[in-house]
């Protein structure tokens, strides 16, 4: 008889322990999903856009980046990350300027601090959220962040130009009067000199 009884006892706590789980099972099954079917939604995954995935440098509609080759993004990283070939360039005015030949980054050596961003005087380099960066070479991590062909220096507008020629003329200008004034000075004080004698 006690056999009977620890059958039944046995039978309703499986059953009572069935029940728990499909509880369970039910309630998941109501939640909304946080998980995400991958690679089956790869065009629109849910990546926050603060996610770090890759350093790039930002161009605008027309082409043009904001980068100045200060070198000051490649100093900063603590990991040798970044290397910079740059190159001295004749401007208009008459005078050098450096100017981006490449911009070379290692994925793979990236540890996504982002000191190289917050460095950056002209906020040209911001991490973007690309996150699917796998590749099978080590190679392949070394991106050149300048993909497009740098651009030549740009030519001056007519106004830029007659602007910059007045003002050089004005400087010449007054550089002629500071030095006839301190001739005249001198003059003076000499001529002043000669009378005591
Ligand atoms: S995020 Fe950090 S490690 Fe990566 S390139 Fe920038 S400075 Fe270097
Ligand atoms: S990305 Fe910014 S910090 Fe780096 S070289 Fe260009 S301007 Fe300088």
Known sequence: MGSVKDYFSTLGRGIYSLIQGMEVTGKEFLTPKITEKYPENRENPPVAPRFRAILQLEYDAEGNHKCIACGSCERACPNGTIHLTTEMVDTWKGTKKKRLVDYNYDLGSCTFCQLCVTSCPTAAIDFNNDFEQAVFTRGKLVKKLNYLPEKPEPEPTAEERAKFEAE????????????AAKAAAAKAAEGKATEKE
């Open 168 to 179: 050089k003329q004005a400087k010449i200008e007054a550089a002629k009067k500071a030095a």
